[in-house]
């Protein structure tokens, strides 16, 4: 069975870090392009960030260039997102998901998802 588990959110202030971890069992964790997705209350499920099976590839949405950082450490079966100078509109909550696709933007792209981790940026 396949999970994937993420952590590390929390409250923050604006400008402040967050580092969120995901680790996956249970799939061949390197065959898969690891992405991280977020869902704001009353919005659509948005992609955020994604990295390749090797690491060698990754891909940003416009909102994360420049702030936030995504690895992977595929010994550990895990995927981090490094998230600097938090704005209000991060606030969200977080998930993590693997493609075999290897395809990153589009949510169907996604075979497994993990039940989310909540970030909230205060002003």
């Known amino acids: 069975q396949v999970q994937l588990v993420e952590s590390g959110g929390g409250l923050v202030q604006a400008g402040g870090s967050l580092r969120l971890s995901c680790v996956a069992s249970?799939?061949?964790?390197?065959?898969?392009?690891m992405g991280w997705f977020r869902q704001a209350p009353g919005k659509e499920r948005e992609f955020v960030v994604a990295?390749?099976?090797?690491?060698?590839?990754?891909y940003y949405a416009s909102s994360a260039k420049g702030r936030f950082t995504i690895s992977r450490d595929n010994a550990k079966n895990t995927v981090y997102l490094q998230m600097n100078s938090l704005r209000p509109e991060d606030t969200a909550v977080y998930y993590c998901?693997?493609?075999?696709?290897?395809?990153?933007?589009?949510?169907?792209?996604?075979?497994?998802w993990g039940q989310g981790t909540q970030v909230t940026v205060s002003s």
């Open positions: 998901a693997a493609s075999g696709s290897g395809y990153p933007h589009g949510i169907n792209e996604y075979d497994h």
């Open positions: 249970g799939l061949t964790f390197s065959s898969y392009l």
């Open positions: 990295i390749s099976w090797s690491g060698a590839s990754t």
